[in-house]
């Protein structure tokens, strides 16, 4: 699993409660991180060296916790690596657009992944008949890597992004980003009950589930207590932290290393 920083461990969260059996590999390009801005091009370079990192470790399946790094890098991910399952981050538009009471959604997510075809793809077949409010969360991913989601900052963004939105009628929020269910608590001060947040993340988990199964690449049950190696090609502090915070439940299992790629 990697992300360009802690980000995908929001979707660790969820792959971990589902399938508690399997060891996890996670690398955070936390010395690039964000990826949002940066050219898909280079995206896709820095993807490529993470991948085969991971494939050198013996990962059985690579699951892309990065919204931006899904939209610049996954197709080409499986083009070259034909025999590794790819499970990317898809943005929730289909279930928001069927859930909507207002026929109003919003989409918060980087221009990296508002700007890829996947997201364009999905908007153009499962959004015709709502209406679409997109935002690009600049500054978001920055924070949540600080530690500061919480945050009085966090919070003064989130309403620049969210209220116009909230005047539009939006009651579905698509999380289009693995670092923004972190920022769940402010998203919640700022709409105040009048949006339902959209996660995909659960259902990348199902997803990683299904094709574990389908392969047999499922992990023994008998095998307790896997093991959680984290690597980051930045400061390994701000990871272990984030992992202490937000899945404490891991942090007997868990080791951290700085990468070099």
């Given at each position: 699993?990697?992300d ?16 508690p059996c399997e060891p996890v590999r996670y ?9 949002g801005p940066?050219?898909?091009s280079e995206v896709?370079?820095?993807s490529?060296d993470i ?19 899904t939209?610049?890098?996954i197709?080409?991910?499986?083009k ?10 898809e943005?929730a538009?289909?279930?928001?657009a069927?859930q909507?009471?207002?026929?109003s ?15 364009n ?7 015709a ?9 600049n500054g ?13 900052e ?10 116009p ?10 999380l ?5 269910p972190?920022l769940?608590n402010?998203?919640d ?12 993340a659960?259902a990348?988990?199902?997803q990683?589930?299904?094709l574990l199964?389908?392969?047999n ?5 008998a095998?307790?207590?896997p093991?959680y ?14 992992q202490k915070?937000?899945?404490?439940q ?10 070099s790629?």
């Amino acid at each position: 699993m990697f992300d360009s920083g802690v980000g995908g461990l929001s979707v660790l969260r969820e792959v971990a409660a589902l399938l508690p059996c399997e060891p996890v590999r996670y690398v955070a390009d936390a010395a690039r991180c964000p990826y949002g801005p940066r050219p898909a091009s280079e995206v896709l370079k820095l993807s490529l060296d993470i991948v085969k990192f991971l494939l050198e470790k013996k990962c059985k399946l690579i699951v892309v916790a990065c919204n931006t790094a899904t939209a610049a890098a996954i197709d080409t991910l499986r083009k070259l690596f034909p025999h590794v399952p790819f499970v990317g981050m898809e943005p929730a538009v289909k279930p928001a657009a069927e859930q909507s009471k207002t026929r109003s959604v919003g989409i918060l997510a980087t221009s990296g992944t508002l700007q890829g075809r996947l997201f364009n793809h999905t908007k153009e077949r499962y959004a015709a008949n709502v209406e679409l409010h997109v935002a690009a969360g600049n500054g978001l991913v920055e924070l949540v890597e600080q530690g500061r989601e919480d945050s009085p900052e966090a919070l003064a963004l989130l309403r620049t992004y969210l209220q116009p939105m909230l005047d539009s009628r939006v009651d579905e929020l698509v999380l289009g980003c693995t670092h923004y269910p972190f920022l769940k608590n402010s998203i919640d001060k700022v709409a105040q009950g009048r949006m339902v947040i959209v996660n995909p993340a659960p259902a990348v988990a199902v997803q990683v589930k299904r094709l574990l199964a389908q392969r047999n690449l499922l992990a023994d049950h008998a095998a307790a207590h896997p093991a959680y190696e984290f690597f980051s090609t930045g400061d390994v502090n701000i990871l272990e932290q984030m992992q202490k915070k937000h899945l404490p439940q891991l942090s007997e299992r868990c080791s951290f290393q700085a990468l070099s790629l």
